[in-house]
Structure formats: structure tokens, C-alpha cells
């Protein structure tokens, strides 16, 4: 037997040091208070242990969220502000320093610290993605989107210039022919990072389709904007369901259950300050009046739609992932509108102040000049010519890029980690005894991991 | 089951007798097991194991997951069996291996060498050899409407990224009376050509020693080389040079390449870095190293227009010397005539091109030249 050499009271006191074993949630401590119930052993079942001790404890503190069902596991955040910031503050730089190259790194770096900070019952998510196999995918998509950026563009652009006499049809032109390539990116990004996530040493997996979302997006955006956005619930849905329904966990597949028309309530939030905001639009062309009254109410319209649209995004997600199953397991997620809103507000506040003040070299420098000049816009420009021809764009390049730098990092912090530890801290996996049922699933190779979303710049959440 | 010597945990410097808890994936299912490990110093393994189950790690090649956020605990895994893992928080088995930090390489670097060998040579291939063809050929198909059209686009492009502050737009010098001996000064050298499009000679208000022709018959010249130029005959040179690139139509091709190239070179750096890189393209605009056959056409060109002005076409080479030896190599106009190997040449095709019974008369009188002087005032 493993446990022969040790003595309880070694045992006792070595684990006396130890925090609390948060990775196993109830059926653990079961397990493994019946592995230190071996001879030599004193604990039983029943004796409080320190480990047993210690979980009271942190069952106490959680007390207070909603009791559990058996078999529900909470989820969990674990990160820490202050290193995420540091984090992406310093990979900025060496992706700055590198000329782009870091920035693979960057993500693979991030998204493993933001999965491992996602505890469900105690153990955490794993991103398993290798920078070098991004490096590779983005090469691969160099290959073939240099071919349509430089010929197609080129193309566009003459044939705008010829016919048109100007370039904006060509970027339109461009722009809608690369709509497709953008789902489709999105698809294959979606596919690549949960083929390199895992949770308790299985994969997670989105079987093929990506064409088919690309049909069912087009169609779908479509009938939206026809509808003038009222059937925007009916394109989260289906669009969401589609993904959902080919997302795997090991050998478990996942289904979206739910009507579109659930995600109508939340929705109406934004109705309904649209549709005033219409009116008031229809009203103020028609009346040709635009005094406090209208302004009072445009600006009250505005802010209840902007209100309305966190509304919908957050509950929306929060419908769709109480109505996902998987064999027996599904979803518990409670996030609140007010905390997101507060997360936006706060977070982006805070951002936009402190990395403004990367400017302020350069406002000051502006003062220096104008000062110096008396005023006069001639002797303004007369010190600008007199300086170096690098001092310019060296000062504005430097500013712009320590305010890009602080901007990005302080977004992580502030808006990113919040939002990923409000999602994390109020969800929770029913259904969770069953888990010894799910099987691992084969890897999904995938060559050319996220290529394609990263050249297009499709804007994964990281 | 192994001997009692496998199940001694020995961590630090004295050999403890300890069990340490930990939870194990195998892989094959999302099963966790409570286990005990200890490690078997005859083997140096980690031993893992629950049940009638044991699972042997060897301590050397022992690797931690790299970015975990909580740092109070262990999340380790073995490259030899790379999709098993085990937690735990008695960190002093991090002690026991040497090779935690190491990272796991999982691509083949040939394969990356490979593919980032195509996508050079892809981008390579597009960016010199297929769009300049392709520029070239329709440079000679678009209409004089949509070349005019581009020519304008690029313009405010220019004037925009060379403006000092950001914000706006550099300022066209239009002083009547300056205006008014440009305009004169160009319809001398043009009077008797039939121009596809008409020219359109813009100044800018800036120092650069520089002129530029653009698309569409515009030419650019900055107030920086009016001030430098010793004549108005070197001033005159120099347009004509520029009407040599209208006519040849070298700025159209230009600016349908860098139509093509921005886009890749934005693709492959980012949009971190792109925005500069387009800024530096524009750059590279004005700057238009144009191909040495297209210099030499140009200047042909630009001896038959002065000497069919009644202007020697030595100045266009006295121009180029006199720049020369006042700036130096490597400045605005000097690099793009410079860059060319046979300068001493061209001023001697220059000095051939006069026509010894050629009437010289001055291209601009004295009061005209010191108003066109003055056309940014
Ligand atoms: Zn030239």
C-alpha cells in the first residue's frame, strides 16, 4: 500500500501547513479522506481533519451565493489585477520592440493566464495553445491573403478610380468582399481555441462548419437589417446555437436548447429607446425644432439604448447559457447587468484617463511652443520648421505608443479581468457527478490556428 | 505493489517521510483522481498513485504549466504523457525539478522555417514582381478623369502626412503675383506640347529641398527648392523633369503600386505598428525612386522641352551639380536625381543636347522671378 511511511501524526501536522485542497469539490474529500483512512491512519470519515477543517471554512465563506444542489460546481476567478496589468503592459512592449512578432506570444500568454483563472469546482481551465503553431497559422494566412490584399485591392482600386473617379467604392468593394473571409475567421478561430482548451485533461472541440456559419451569418445579418434590427435576438440565436450544437467537451457534444424568442425581453430595452429615438429624429426633421426638451430627451433616449445594449448582451448570454446542456450536465449563469454596466463605465474610465496622460508631453510641449511664440501662428510654425525633422515624430510616436501601451494594459485590468471574473464568479456546472463519463476526444490539428482571424483582425476577446 | 523505499517523499535536503495529496488527469477521461505521491529516489520518479493505479513521472523531465494565476499551487505535467496532469500544493515537489521552467517546444521548426520562407517569397512575389506589372499595365488603361481623381487622392494624402502638426493639411502657396509667373513659366516650357491631361503645378509651403510629379499631370513643387534654385532656368529644369514623369506617366504607376503594397505590409505587421508603416509609404511616395530608364526618359524629355522653350537644357544639369555640391548627397531632390549612378553623364547629355545655334532667351524676368520667390509669403 502507497500510504505505508507515513505516520498520521506527520501526515497531520505536514497538511496542518497546507491551504485548503479547493481542486476536487465534495466527492474529492470523500476520496480522499478514504485514502488517509489507511492503518497508521487516525482520521475517519467522519474526523475533522485539517483538510476537512479547512474546506468548512471555505464552504463558510461562500455561504452566502446560492446553496449548491448536489453535483453543482461553482465557478470560480482566481487572477489578480495587479498581474494581468503587469503582464500585458510588459508583452506590449516586447511586441513593440519586436515589430509585431511578440504579439503571438502576447495572446498565448494572456489566454493561459485568463483560462487558468477560471476555477469550476476548484479546477481550473487550461490553454493549451503553443505561440510557435500561431506564428505558423499566420504565415499560412499570409500566403494566401497577399495574394487578395495586394492584386484584388489593386484591381479595386483601378477599377474605382476608372469608373468612379474616386476611391471609396473601392474600399466598400473590398470591405464586402472580405465580410465572408471574417466569419469564416471567426468560425475557424472559435474551432482552433477550443480545440486548445482543456478542462480536467480533456479537449474541448467545434466539429467543421465553418462555411455553413458563413452562409447563416450572411443570411442572417441580412434579414436583420431588413427587419431594422428587430430580428437582431433571432441572429444571436441561431447563430449561437449553430456553434453551440457542434461544440464538444471530450466526447460529450453540447446542444443550445431555448427559443430565439426568450432572448426578446432583454432585448426590449433597446426597442424601445430606438424606436424613441426614431420618433424624436422623425419629430425634430419635421418640426424643424431642437431646444431642451428635444435635447433632454435625445440625450435620456441615448442613454437608456446604450443601458438597453449592455442589458441585452449580458442577459442574452446568460439565457443562452442556461438553456446549454451536455449529456447530463448544463449551466448555471447569473451575471448582472448593473455589475457589467459598472465594469464598463468604470473601467474604461479609468483607462482613458490614465493613458491620456501619455499626451501630456506633447500638450506641453505645445504650451512651450505657443508660450515661446507670443501667440502669433507665423512664429508658431517659424519654431516647428526650426526644430530637428525627427523631434516630431519621434516625441509624437513615443507618446502615442506609451498611450497605446498603458491604454491596452489598463483595458485588461480594468474591463477584460472584471468581466472574466464577473462571467467566472456567477457560473456555475450542474450535473457535474457525471463527469467520469466524458471521455477524451482525438486532437484537432489545425495547421492554421487562428491565421486567418489574426490577419483579418476579427478581434478575439484577447 | 512497490517496496516501502518508493513511497518516501524526500523533499529539501533531509529525506522526509511525507505523503502529499494531489489530484491526477489522465487524459483519457475527465475523471480526477485523489492521489498520493511520493517520490522514488532509487528511480528518480515522482511517483502518482491512487487506487491500484500508479502513474511514474521522472522528476528531470517534470515540467510546470506555464502563466497560472493562482501561484499558490502546482499544476504540473510530463512532455512524455502531454495530455496528463497533476495539481497540488505541496510546492516543494517544485524543488525535486530541475527542469520546471523549461519550455515544451510542440511545432517543428521546419515547418515554421518552411512557411515563413513561402509567405516571404509570396509576399515577395506580389510586392515586386506582380503588382508593379500589373501597375504598369493599367497605369496605361485608366482614363484621364480616373488618373486625375488619383492624383487628387494622393495629393491630400501628401499634404496631410507632411503637415508637421497632425492635424491638418499643409498649405498651397498661392500668392497672385508668384502664381502668376509660375503659371507663365509653365505655359513657356508647355507652349506646343498636346498634354493628356493638363498640368496642374501646385507649391507647398514647406522646406524640403523637393518636387514631385503625381498623378492626374499634378507637380509638387516645395518652397524649399524654389529658395535653393540659383535661376529660374534651374527652377524650370526641374518642372520639366517633372512633365517628363506626367507624360511617362511614372506617378500613375506609383501610386496604383503602393495601392497594392500597403495593404500586404499592413497585413504583416499589424495593425500595431501598421499605422506608421503607411505614414512611411507616403513618404516613400515623394521620395519616387523611379526606375533609371524612367530618369533618363524624363530627362530627355525635359532637354527637348527646354531647348524647344528657348531655354538652355544645361541648366537642368548645372541644377543637379549645383544642388549637389551645396546639399550634399542624401537630401529630398538631390537623393532622387543622385540616386542614379551617371549623373556626370546626364549633365553631359545635358551640355550634347545644346544646340549651338539655339536663341537663348530668360525664362523669367527679374521682378516675375523674385514674386515667384516670394509665392509663399
Ligand atoms: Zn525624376
Not at chain 2, 525539478?97 to 506580389?126: D, F, G, Q, Y
Request: proline letters at 4%; charged letters at 20%; one cysteine or more.
Amino acid at each position: 500500500m502507497v500510504s505505508h511511511a507515513i505516520t498520521s501524526s506527520r501526515h497531520v501536522k505536514n497538511s496542518a501547513r497546507l491551504k485548503p485542497f479547493p481542486y476536487l469539490g465534495g466527492g474529492f474529500f470523500v476520496l480522499g479522506l478514504s485514502l488517509s483512512n489507511t492503518e497508521g491512519s487516525v482520521e475517519s470519515d467522519n474526523a475533522p481533519t485539517p483538510w476537512n477543517v479547512a474546506r468548512e471554512a471555505k464552504d463558510a465563506t461562500q455561504a452566502k451565493k446560492t446553496p449548491l444542489a448536489s453535483g453543482q460546481v461553482q465557478g470560480a476567478f482566481v487572477g489578480r489585477r495587479g498581474r494581468v496589468f503587469w503582464m500585458a503592459l510588459r508583452f506590449g512592449v516586447y511586441t513593440l520592440l519586436t515589430v509585431g512578432m511578440y504579439r503571438f506570444w502576447m495572446k498565448t500568454r494572456l489566454r493561459r493566464w485568463y483560462w487558468s483563472s477560471v476555477r469550476i469546482g476548484g479546477i481550473p481551465l487550461e490553454y493549451v495553445g503553443d505561440p510557435l503553431e500561431k506564428v505558423l497559422g499566420f504565415l499560412i494566412a499570409v500566403v494566401f491573403l497577399a495574394f487578395y490584399i495586394g492584386v484584388v485591392n489593386l484591381l479595386l482600386m483601378f477599377a474605382s478610380f476608372s469608373l468612379f473617379q474616386g476611391e471609396y467604392p473601392a474600399y466598400i468593394l473590398s470591405f464586402a468582399g472580405v465580410i465572408p473571409f471574417w466569419f469564416y475567421a471567426r468560425y475557424r478561430a472559435r474551432r482552433y481555441v477550443l480545440a486548445r482548451t482543456r478542462w480536467r485533461g480533456v479537449r474541448f472541440g467545434l466539429a467543421p462548419g465553418a462555411w455553413g456559419y458563413v452562409g447563416r451569418a450572411l443570411a442572417l445579418w441580412i434579414v436583420t437589417i431588413l427587419s431594422a434590427g428587430m430580428l437582431w435576438p433571432l441572429k444571436t440565436f441561431w447563430l449561437e446555437k449553430y456553434v453551440t450544437d457542434r461544440t464538444w467537451f471530450g466526447t460529450v457534444r453540447m446542444e443550445q436548447g431555448g427559443r430565439w424568442t426568450m432572448l426578446f425581453r432583454p432585448f426590449l430595452n433597446v426597442v424601445f429607446p430606438g424606436v424613441g429615438l426614431a420618433g424624436l429624429m422623425i419629430w425634430v426633421g419635421y418640426s424643424e425644432r431642437f431646444k431642451g426638451g428635444e435635447m433632454a430627451a435625445g440625450a435620456v433616449l441615448a442613454v437608456w439604448s446604450l443601458i438597453g445594449l449592455v442589458h441585452y448582451q449580458v442577459q442574452a448570454k446568460r439565457l443562452l447559457a442556461n438553456a446549454k446542456r451536455a449529456a447530463n450536465m448544463g449551466l448555471v449563469a447569473e451575471p448582472r447587468t448593473r455589475t457589467v454596466f459598472r465594469i464598463y463605465v468604470v473601467g474604461y474610465g479609468i483607462a482613458g484617463i490614465v493613458s491620456s496622460v501619455a499626451l501630456v508631453p506633447i500638450a506641453l510641449a505645445g504650451l512651450i511652443v505657443f508660450e515661446a511664440s507670443g501667440g502669433s501662428m507665423g512664429a508658431v510654425q517659424e519654431i516647428l520648421a526650426g526644430m530637428p525633422v525627427w523631434a516630431a515624430p519621434v516625441v509624437g510616436g513615443l507618446s502615442y505608443f506609451a498611450m497605446f501601451l498603458m491604454w491596452s494594459a489598463l483595458r485588461q485590468a480594468f474591463v477584460t479581468m472584471p468581466l472574466w471574473r464577473l462571467y467566472a464568479d456567477t457560473l456555475s456546472v450542474i450535473g457535474a457527478d457525471a463527469m467520469g463519463q466524458v471521455q477524451q476526444r482525438p486532437r484537432d490539428e489545425f495547421a492554421e490556428a487562428e491565421g486567418f482571424a489574426e490577419a483579418l483582425d476579427v478581434g478575439a476577446a484577447i | 505493489m512497490k517496496s516501502i523505499t518508493s513511497t518516501i517523499v524526500r523533499v529539501g535536503r533531509k529525506p522526509a517521510q511525507l505523503g502529499a495529496l494531489g489530484a491526477f488527469f489522465d487524459g483519457q477521461s475527465a475523471q480526477a483522481h485523489a492521489v498520493r505521491l511520493s517520490i522514488d529516489e532509487t528511480r528518480a520518479e515522482l511517483v502518482i498513485a491512487w487506487g491500484n493505479t500508479e502513474v511514474r513521472w521522472p522528476l528531470a523531465e517534470i515540467r510546470a504549466v506555464p502563466d497560472q494565476a493562482e501561484q499558490g499551487d502546482l499544476v504540473l505535467m510530463w512532455p512524455g504523457a502531454p495530455l496528463e496532469r497533476l495539481m497540488t500544493d505541496e510546492s516543494r515537489i517544485a524543488v525535486r525539478c530541475p527542469e520546471l521552467r523549461k519550455p515544451v517546444v510542440k511545432v517543428s521548426r521546419w515547418r515554421i522555417a518552411t512557411w515563413a520562407n513561402a509567405a516571404l517569397a509570396s509576399v515577395a512575389l506580389i510586392i515586386l514582381v506582380l503588382v508593379p506589372r500589373m501597375a504598369d499595365q493599367l497605369a496605361t488603361f485608366i482614363p484621364p478623369a480616373g488618373e486625375k481623381a488619383l492624383g487628387d487622392a494622393t495629393l491630400e494624402r501628401v499634404r496631410s502626412s507632411l503637415d508637421g502638426t497632425g492635424v491638418g493639411q499643409l498649405a498651397l502657396c498661392d500668392a497672385p503675383e508668384g502664381r502668376a509667373a509660375l503659371d507663365k513659366m509653365t505655359a513657356r516650357l508647355t507652349a506646343g506640347y498636346e498634354l493628356a491631361t493638363p498640368l496642374d503645378v501646385h507649391v507647398l509651403d514647406q522646406k524640403m529641398i523637393n518636387a514631385f510629379a503625381l498623378p492626374g499631370g499634378h507637380i509638387v513643387l516645395v518652397d524649399g527648392l524654389i529658395q535653393a534654385a540659383e535661376t529660374p532656368e534651374a527652377l524650370a529644369a526641374v518642372i520639366a523633369h517633372e512633365v517628363g514623369h506626367v507624360v511617362g506617366r511614372d506617378a500613375t504607376r506609383h501610386a496604383l503600386r503602393s495601392a497594392g503594397s500597403i495593404g500586404v505590409l499592413g497585413l504583416l505587421f499589424g495593425d500595431f505598428a501598421g499605422g506608421a508603416l503607411v505614414l512611411f509609404l507616403t513618404e516613400q511616395l515623394i521620395q519616387a525612386n523611379y526606375s533609371q530608364s524612367a530618369e533618363s526618359t524624363a530627362d530627355s524629355f525635359a532637354h527637348e522641352m527646354l531647348s524647344k522653350a528657348g531655354v538652355s537644357p544645361a541648366a537642368l544639369g548645372d541644377m543637379f551639380e549645383g544642388f549637389r555640391k551645396r546639399f550634399g548627397d542624401n537630401d529630398g531632390i538631390v537623393a532622387h536625381f543622385v540616386s542614379h549612378p551617371s549623373l556626370g553623364d546626364r549633365i553631359d547629355a545635358a551640355h550634347r543636347a545644346i544646340q549651338t545655334d539655339m536663341q537663348v532667351r530668360p525664362i523669367l524676368g527679374d521682378t516675375a522671378w523674385q514674386a515667384l520667390r516670394n509665392i509663399c509669403r
